[in-house]
């Protein structure tokens, strides 16, 4: 039996992935931003994270962190890379972005450092998080 706190960063890692998932549409669908290569990676990641999160509340397994942190990791890895790239600390020819809109672009940037690659950031460092804290209290 999960505890209410397992539980409520469980919910708490899924509401992250729902607004990343949300986010990300309505950043390419109504906005009809155009997603550079490193974003269609991370979606890769984050879209089946809302299905294992789901699932794995829903039956209450106590596992579901062996299920979600492996993809939580690739997507925050991708996601640090994206982020160095687009804070120029990388160099921008190490960017696999070759054809169609580069991985640097700045659509919009939110009190100075809001961008959209820095969201997708932060939610895989929340989703991790989460993992690491239901893992701690499972023991």
């Not at 998932?21 to 984050?46: A, D, H, N, T």
């Not at 996601?79 to 960017?95: D, G, M, Q, T």
């Amino acid at each position: 039996m999960m505890t209410k706190l397992q539980t409520n960063i469980l919910y708490t890692a899924l509401a992250q992935a729902i607004v990343a998932m949300l986010g990300s549409l309505y950043f390419s669908e109504v906005m009809k931003l155009p997603p550079c290569i490193l974003c269609w990676y991370q979606r890769i990641v984050m879209y089946p994270l809302v299905v294992v999160l789901a699932v794995g509340i829903i039956r209450r397994n106590k596992d579901i962190a062996l299920y979600v942190l492996p993809l939580s990791l690739v997507g925050l890895g991708i996601s640090i890379y994206h982020n160095l790239l687009y804070w120029k600390i990388i160099p921008e020819n190490l960017a696999p972005c070759v054809a169609g809109i580069s991985c640097t672009t700045k659509f919009f940037e939110w009190f100075g450092f809001i961008t959209i690659p820095f969201l997708a950031l932060v939610a895989f460092v929340v989703i991790n998080a989460c993992m690491v804290i239901f893992i701690k209290n499972n023991k």
